[in-house]
């Protein structure tokens, strides 16, 4: 029998004992997911960008066995907004509350302001089966509250095709670009696996970022200084403020990133004697490199291409991982090896004719998805080996 405790901040809950359930193969190396561990997610609301005053009411649903062992656990949002979320619902709020209902408070189970794909229900290796019952605790809390619904996003597929059989939960599918390790021992084994004008051009690429005469350095762990993360903050907030009109993170979240994450981070800077004027924060997971920001005081052709896409590949090759995930969006990565790739969903909605005209869409939107890897990938700038290079 378990036992459901809602926590109102995961610094209540001992970290050892969150990441026993959030990544316990940690014990012999990196997190699958560095996202879901105790450090990163009590990084967020000790840096203030979750939590009061956020729009990220911050809460942990934990189940313990009849022992007290912690078994289950899943990061739960009390959201007023859908900001920072990157699976996009402001269509669905507008028309419910056109139709005269109430969108905000939902629940959301996220890791906030990350669309990278992760387990979502987290669960010791000998209970593999209290996925159910979280949701289940999950869905309760949304209904016996009366919010309009639940939101699972960047789940695993198999969390997702699972969960939504199982409890009729709406299964949302939407694309990234992720680039995959074929086996590639160099980049120049990636860069021939590719059309020959697509080769061409991605070398033309490197070559002209590196003309603007720059010296690129990839950091990490103690290597990074906070010098390293006054500048990452300045070209942030610069690019934050330009996407989304107010950033989502704190200064302070990347002095608690320090603190304890230091190791999990790659920071991939540019800089002009000494003085950095572009970078890139990549997170390590065990087998995937997590693109998540980047910046720049100073415009350079090509300069994003190599320190977001090129660099983080050279980085996967170097250290034998199996991908890279460049976050939310963006076509033009297609061209440089970032394949389209489909990302998971799931969605409770409290108002059965609401829910069904959701529904509906979902499966409209599912075939437009379909259709469009499946164009995309023909699109691809990898060769075609049944023809001529």
Request: aromatic share 10%; net charge negative; with cysteine.
């Amino acid at each position: 029998m378990t036992h459901p405790t809602l926590h109102d901040s995961l610094t209540e809950i001992d970290a050892a004992e969150w990441d026993a359930v959030a990544c316990p193969e940690a014990t012999s190396g990196r997190p699958v997911d560095p996202f879901t561990t105790h450090r990163f997610l009590v990084a967020l609301d000790r840096s203030r960008s979750t939590g009061t005053g956020t729009g990220w009411g911050t809460k942990a649903l934990v189940l313990r066995d009849e022992d007290g062992r912690m078994i289950g656990a899943t990061p739960l949002y009390v959201k007023s907004h859908s900001q920072g979320e990157y699976i996009f619902d402001h269509g669905w709020a507008d028309a419910l509350e056109r139709a005269g209902g109430r969108y905000y408070p939902k629940l959301q189970i996220a890791v906030p302001f990350t669309p990278a794909t992760g387990r979502r229900f987290l669960t010791a290796p000998d209970a593999p089966h209290t996925r159910d019952a979280l949701i289940e605790a999950a869905i309760g809390l949304a209904a016996g509250n009366k919010l309009s619904s639940l939101h699972v996003t960047f789940c695993t597929g198999d969390e997702a095709e699972t969960l939504s059989a199982r409890h009729g939960l709406l299964h949302r599918v939407t694309q990234q670009f992720h680039w995959e390790n074929r086996g590639y021992a160099t980049f120049d084994d990636f860069l021939a696996d590719l059309a020959s004008r697509k080769r061409k051009n991605i070398r033309k690429e490197r070559e002209t970022a590196r003309a603007a005469g720059l010296t690129i350095r990839a950091l990490t762990g103690d290597e990074i200084e906070e010098k390293h993360w006054d500048a990452f903050w300045y070209f942030y907030q610069d690019t934050g403020s330009r996407k989304w009109g107010t950033p989502y993170l704190t200064r302070k979240f990347f002095d608690e990133v320090h603190k304890t994450m230091r190791d999990d981070v790659l920071l991939v800077l540019a800089e002009r004697q000494g003085k950095p004027v572009a970078a890139a924060l990549n997170f390590i997971g065990r087998d995937t490199l997590y693109g998540r920001y980047w910046g720049c005081s100073e415009d350079h052709p090509c300069l994003h291409f190599e320190l977001c896409y090129y660099q983080a590949i050279d980085y996967a090759i170097a250290h034998g991982m199996a991908r890279v995930e460049a976050g939310a969006q963006g076509e033009h990565k297609l061209a440089r090896g970032y394949l389209p790739t489909p990302v998971h969903s799931l969605h409770w909605i409290n108002d059965p004719n609401f829910r069904e005209a959701v529904a509906r869409y979902l499966q409209a939107e599912r075939r437009a998805v379909d259709e469009e890897i499946e164009v995309l990938t023909s699109y691809g700038p990898f060769r075609n080996v049944t023809s001529e290079d």
